[in-house]
């Protein structure tokens, strides 16, 4: 069985002239990374892809997009897990680093390490011929104008491979006109992301509401009632802290799920037997 499921960040609609746009890029992530599935290729693989169209893209609160500092600057978080190999790789603080979801694979794949942050971790993307942008690259006239109480935020992608290995990926800004040096919860595995042999799940909200719920290891909590259940159970705790955020996830049988205490969350699937991807809010 092979599937997706994508999201481009839960909050508020900033205007209803957005909605389209974002949900067509949310099917274009979740068809572009299932193309790479049907090629046989990694789940690993299809989850950066589906991030990198994101990060490419001036709508979301990732890469390129990215919401600005109090200092008018954009600093990226990214996280990364292989399900099967429980291997992780994270960064922080990224000022240059045009994708930073790869720059999350690099330190899996490529270091000794799980998490880098800031100039050190730029030092490692140049080392690995990851290109390099000036921090002014990311940030647009739509992000100029936005403040702190328009959350909209973070995108991410599961994906299940042929060979049932589970991948998640995740990417952000963060939260708008946040402290430098402030880290959300998307470079925090099992907060912002997690995965395992059963089921792997990506965050999005406010990072500190994340962190507090350590959202998407508590589905782990709730496996045993399926996975729609679950993520459901650990929204429901979420709220009862007084949390917001949304979460996308699926299981090893390529069951999908998703649930917010959001105004909205955009997000889209597919997987073996559809012909298109599915997408809304
Ligand atoms: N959920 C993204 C952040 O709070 O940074």
């Given amino acids: 069985m092979k599937a997706i499921i994508v999201h481009g960040g839960a909050g508020k609609v900033h205007t209803k002239e957005e909605i389209p746009p974002r949900i067509e890029t949310c099917k274009k992530a979740a068809l572009s990374g299932f193309e790479i599935l049907k090629k046989g290729e990694t789940s690993i693989d299809a989850a950066v892809e589906a991030v990198k169209i994101f990060e490419d893209n001036p709508l979301f609160n ?14 990226m978080d990214a996280g990364i897990m292989n399900g099967n190999t429980l291997k992780i790789g994270a960064v922080s603080g990224i000022k240059h680093v045009k994708n930073p979801i790869e720059l999350a694979r690099a330190v899996m794949e490529k270091s000794k390490h799980n998490f ?44 299940l491979d042929e ?67 679950a ?5 429901a705790y979420l709220t009862k802290i007084n949390g917001k955020a949304g979460v996308i996830a699926l299981d090893k049988n390529g069951n999908i799920a998703f649930e917010y205490n959001t105004e909205m969350m955009f997000y889209a699937f597919m997987k073996d037997g559809m012909s298109d991807p599915e997408g809304g809010i």
Wanted: glycine letters at 14%.
């Fill in 231 to 235: 993520i459901k159970e650990a929204i």
């Fill in 163 to 229: 060979k049932g290995v589970i991948s998640v990926a995740v990417s952000t800004g963060g939260t708008p006109m946040k402290m430098s040096g402030r880290v959300g919860d998307s470079p925090l595995v099992g907060s912002g992301f997690y995965a395992n042999e059963r089921f792997g799940a990506v965050a999005t909200g406010i990072g500190e509401d994340i962190m507090r719920a350590v959202l998407t290891f508590r589905i782990a909590l709730y496996l045993e009632k399926g996975i729609n259940t």
């Fill in 62 to 75: 990732a890469g390129k997009g990215s919401y600005l500092t109090e200092k008018g600057e954009v600093e």
């Fill in 116 to 159: 880098l942050i800031g100039e050190g971790a730029e030092e490692f993307a140049l080392k690995n011929n990851l290109p390099l942008v000036p921090n002014e690259y990311f940030i647009t006239e739509r992000t100029k104008k936005l403040f702190a109480d328009k959350i909209h935020d973070t995108v991410g992608a599961v994906a």
